[in-house]
């Protein structure tokens, strides 16, 4: 790991290094991790789900990639494995707090991408400062150093006048990003990711019973709202990595290639029931949608973020913006690969046996 202090002088003998490379070779080799690409990419949020695939994605080109990170540089280190040697470089940044660190790092870049953000506020940031006033900085300083491409990722839920303060604070986080950048930001909307530990499937079945309210909404302007079991929302989920790719995808693009705003969903939509069903067919457990009219539902809407925007909020993708088939990429199904990680939550007496080619459900206690 590199001190920040010396790390000023490193960027130089870096960014020297590359530029003499590309003199010769402009592209060198023949591709893959050991190969050089002309160019340097920043990726704050390096170390989240996205983060370490968007990361894989670029050191296969062979692009020098900066990783800033605020925690010990141990949770930062399988990034090494993700390019060839010299390649990926970790900086520690513990305070994000001032611009001039930022600037440091992000100076001789060709390319910042933002994958910072909370989905609940923390012990020391709030939702507004995670989502907004870090990406508020980020941006500041990618325009002080006249970085070509300012690439931050935000939700197609987002909205002004949501419910759900995360979705309020990303659409805030867009207005940022363009006012500071309006010809060099581009703007990567996707719906609720699945994936290896996830903050979605994995989060919903360890509830073990993802019970939907059956009439009371108090989120709406002191109204009722029939959810109807769950049959109201509606969402496409997509693959993690398929939107971390995508992402990678665009960072290597050239700039004129490249469009403002993309729009990354899945290839099917699912009820909020429709959903459970899918997950209680891959686990076997227990899922009985009974109406919670005054019980913990309620209490968990009311007063986690995280359950009204899953509960209460329906995908809403805008049409006509381009996604995965502008990239020459097709979205994954979740049914495809879920059972990769949640067949940990299977009972050990409901597991699939493939000598057989059935489960044994005869012994369900749930």
């Not at 010990?72 to 305070?95: E, F, R, S, T, W």
């Not at 870090?134 to 002004?160: D, P, Q, W, Y």
Request: hydrophobic share 35%; aromatic share 8%.
């Amino acid at each position: 790991m590199l001190a920040l202090s010396h790390f000023k002088q490193s960027l130089q003998g870096l960014r020297a290094l590359s530029s003499a490379a590309s003199a010769v070779a402009k592209n060198s080799g023949r591709g893959g991790r050991s190969s050089n690409s002309d160019k340097t990419i920043t990726v704050f949020g390096g170390t989240g789900r996205l983060g370490r695939v968007v990361i894989n994605s670029i050191g296969q080109t062979g692009t020098q990639v900066l990783v800033p990170h605020r925690g010990d540089h141990q949770y930062a280190q399988h990034l090494k494995m993700c390019g060839d040697l010299g390649v990926i470089h970790l900086v520690n940044l513990p305070h994000l707090g001032n611009p001039q660190d930022i600037e440091d790092v992000i100076k001789h870049s060709d390319v910042v991408i933002n994958l910072t953000g909370a989905a609940n506020p923390k012990l020391h940031w709030s939702l507004e400062a995670s989502n907004v006033d870090l990406t508020h900085r980020l941006a500041r300083a990618a325009k002080n150093c006249g970085v070509k491409t300012f690439i931050h990722m935000s939700h197609i839920n987002a909205s002004e006048h949501s419910p759900s303060e995360y979705l309020r604070t990303k659409h805030l986080s867009e207005v940022v990003v363009r006012h500071e950048l309006p010809d060099t930001s581009v703007i990567v909307r996707a719906s609720d990711c699945f994936g290896r530990m996830d903050n979605f499937s994995d989060k919903i079945i360890q509830t073990m019973k993802p019970l939907i309210p059956g009439d009371v909404n108090p989120l709406e302007t002191g109204t009722c709202k029939q959810w109807k079991m769950g049959k109201v929302k509606s969402m496409v989920p997509v693959y993690a990595p398929d939107v971390a790719r995508a992402v990678a995808k665009i960072a290597l693009m050239h700039p004129e290639d490249r469009e403002e705003l993309y729009q990354f969903i899945g290839p099917k939509r699912y009820t909020m029931d429709e959903f459970c069903r899918t997950l209680v067919d891959l686990t076997y457990i227990h899922y009985d949608p009974v109406e919670d009219r005054f019980g913990p539902i309620k209490a968990k809407l009311t007063k986690n973020d995280w359950w009204t925007r899953i509960h209460t909020i329906s995908d809403t993708p805008a049409d006509n913006l381009p996604g995965f088939a502008e990239l020459d990429m097709t979205s994954t199904t979740f049914e495809s690969v879920a059972l990769g990680w949640l067949a940990c939550h299977r009972p050990y007496f409901n597991t699939y046996d493939p000598m057989d080619e059935r489960a044994d459900k005869s012994l369900n206690i749930y």
